[in-house]
């Protein structure tokens, strides 16, 4: 039997006063062609028109909520604590599935992973470009970058087994629960070629606050997580991939070989679990 028949798959949103944005990701959830959908909605006691939104619509949700919470990751560890699915999936207001076969097309790639990664398309001022993909995960790669969120399929054990995402962080929570489940379990991650999710880019890590305070919680996930001999050898690692591909675009091509076998090396340990 397929993961198409016994598999539920929780599509969790949260929303705080974007209404054309969550109405988008209403339709796009709905539009599924996959029915084994419990649809999560969290709305954070919205003012502009959204709760109302809602109500009205209440039979496209499984559970929802509209009330006041303290940010983006308290209103997802609400949601986390509502669902039932087997995987859950966060689409935020404001983003939607690829096409309507997303769910459908992927059911079946759930099967032997915790953590599922897709692909994603970008949105900002009404211009679509593909977001770069990391193809094989490691532990250099979750250091540095981020999966995205909006393509990621997460079992819902995990935060059984874990807790949920870490409201300390305003922002990147989602990135330090990655980073810290490849690093401290045994959590198996796995790429699928598929577009998921396209996602707008006008978010709260946009703007130059933002972007400050996404740079020092990330270094502050990084001191807890990662010892300050290996941050050393991550940085010295993706300066190393920087030389690279420098030597790449000038053309350099002989000297790019001799750095392209020491950096192949050192990605072959980054595999390997700690």
Not at 116 to 121: H, K
Not at 147 to 174: C, P, T, W
Not at 187 to 205: E, H, M, Q
Not at 241 to 265: C, G, I, M, P, R
Request: some cysteine; hydrophobic content about 35%; overall charge neutral.
């Amino acid at each position: 039997m397929s993961a198409k028949e016994n598999y539920t798959i929780s599509v969790i949103t949260i929303n705080y006063n974007d209404l054309e944005g969550l109405i988008k990701t209403v339709n796009s959830v709905v539009a599924q062609t996959f029915k084994n959908v419990e649809f999560i909605l969290v709305d954070g006691a919205s003012t502009d028109g959204s709760a109302e939104y809602v109500k009205s619509n209440a039979s496209h949700f499984t559970y929802w909520v509209s009330e006041p919470d303290s940010g983006i990751y308290n209103a997802m560890n609400k949601a986390i604590k509502m669902a039932t699915g087997d995987y859950l999936i966060f689409m935020n207001s404001g983003d939607y599935f690829y096409n309507q076969n997303v769910l459908s097309e992927i059911a079946d790639s759930l099967f032997g992973a915790d953590i599922i990664y897709g692909r994603s398309i970008r949105e900002h001022q009404n211009k679509k470009t593909e977001w770069p993909y990391i193809f094989d995960v490691d532990k250099g790669d979750l250091y540095k970058y981020s999966l995205h969120h909006q393509s990621m399929f997460f079992k819902r054990e995990l935060f059984e087994k874990y807790g949920g995402y870490n409201e300390e962080y305003k922002i990147v929570a989602d990135w330090e629960f990655c980073l810290r489940m490849y690093l401290q379990t045994e959590s198996k991650f796995k790429r699928i070629d598929n577009f998921i999710s396209v996602f707008n880019l006008d978010g709260v890590s946009q703007s130059e606050k933002g972007a400050r305070l996404d740079f020092e919680e990330r270094n502050i996930v990084r001191d807890k997580l990662v010892s300050k001999k290996m941050q050393k050898v991550f940085d010295a690692f993706f300066e190393l991939q920087d030389k690279h591909k420098s030597l790449l675009n000038k053309k350099s091509v002989k000297t790019a070989l001799k750095y392209s076998e020491v950096f192949q090396d050192i990605k072959q340990v980054l595999k390997t679990k700690p």
